[in-house]
């Protein structure tokens, strides 16, 4: 599978959430059970198309949200306003919005900080974890103080902290090149114009990478220990987020955990490596539905 910039088979939502609007993708029958999934950086709801088709053809009600800062209704001005209690409190009014109390959550990159938080402080709220790529904040935090390795994979997020303008005007630069690049080549071409193309809107890159400067430090995101139930995947040839990171994540966990290496695969999991997410994730929805 692929993911399609034009999904056609998915409804376009809009959630209201708190001052804000937000643009999501949903697919699956309205009385299923419900699955929000959260996106990282620099991508948008449209990066699980693939994912939210499986989903949905399972029976679940899959919604996908472009997210505080992409969503352009959803942008506000100071970088405060990117703390991860406000995402968290967001993902919580997505599923509240539509009527899911108790709900399985599945997340990407920042999206999976978002989501170690909220499952640290809310397990009530969740039936099961799915986290792609993204170790524990804890974990991560770790590695990066004592591993050298993950120290240096972790120079993008403090360049990404810099309010002076500098990051924006690098990754926009010669054609928003730099911003290309961050794919890897591992993401469709057509995806990754889509991306760009919404990316460089006025205020949009600095909304996102707003997310990296409101922690305290990087990769400072305040989560506890996990008692639900809890998939963790990650790709073998992750630049970003190591080894060390992803094996010592399951220390953080209490509840039932499976972690798996997807051998070969990138940082992209939803967009490049589908057939192999969406049969595990499947499994773990199933074992907690």
């Known amino acids: 599978m692929s993911p399609d910039t034009t999904p056609a088979p998915f409804e376009q939502l809009t959630i209201?959430?708190?001052?804000?609007t937000y643009d999501a993708l949903a697919a699956g029958p309205a009385d299923g059970e419900f699955v929000l999934l959260l996106?990282?950086?620099?991508?948008f709801a449209d990066s699980w198309s693939a994912v939210l088709t499986a989903?949905?053809?399972a029976g679940y009600r899959a919604v996908a949200v472009d997210q505080r800062g992409?969503?352009?209704r959803a942008r506000p001005p100071r970088t405060a306003d990117y703390a991860v209690p406000e995402l968290v409190a967001d993902a919580l009014a997505f599923a509240s919005s539509q009527g899911a109390g108790r709900f399985h959550l599945v997340a990407h990159d920042w999206g999976g900080l978002v989501a170690?938080?909220?499952a640290a402080a809310h397990p009530e709220r969740l039936r099961s974890l799915t986290v792609l790529a993204t170790p524990h904040p804890e974990a991560l935090s770790r590695a990066a103080a004592q591993d050298p390795d993950q120290h240096h994979r972790l120079d993008y997020v403090r360049f990404f902290r810099q309010a002076d303008g500098a990051a924006e005007r690098a990754l926009?630069?010669?054609g928003a090149a730099r911003l290309r690049a961050a794919y890897g080549g591992r993401v469709a071409e057509e995806l990754v114009a889509a991306n760009v193309r919404r990316l460089t809107e006025p205020g949009a890159l600095t909304a996102t990478l707003n997310w990296y400067r409101a922690p305290r430090e990087a990769v400072s995101v305040p989560a506890g220990r996990i008692a639900v139930p809890t998939l963790f995947l990650w790709g073998s040839e992750d630049v970003a987020l190591g080894r060390v990171a992803a094996e010592s994540t399951g220390e953080w966990i209490d509840g039932p955990y499976r972690f798996e290496a997807l051998a070969g695969a990138s940082h992209w999991l939803p967009e490049e490596v589908p057939d192999e997410l969406v049969p595990r994730i499947l499994h773990h929805l199933g074992r907690y539905t």
């Open 172 to 174: 926009l630069a010669d």
């Open 16 to 20: 209201e959430a708190g001052p804000y």
């Open 70 to 72: 992409y969503s352009p």
């Open 116 to 118: 170690w938080a909220l």
């Open 39 to 43: 996106h990282g950086w620099p991508e």
């Open 55 to 57: 989903l949905g053809a």
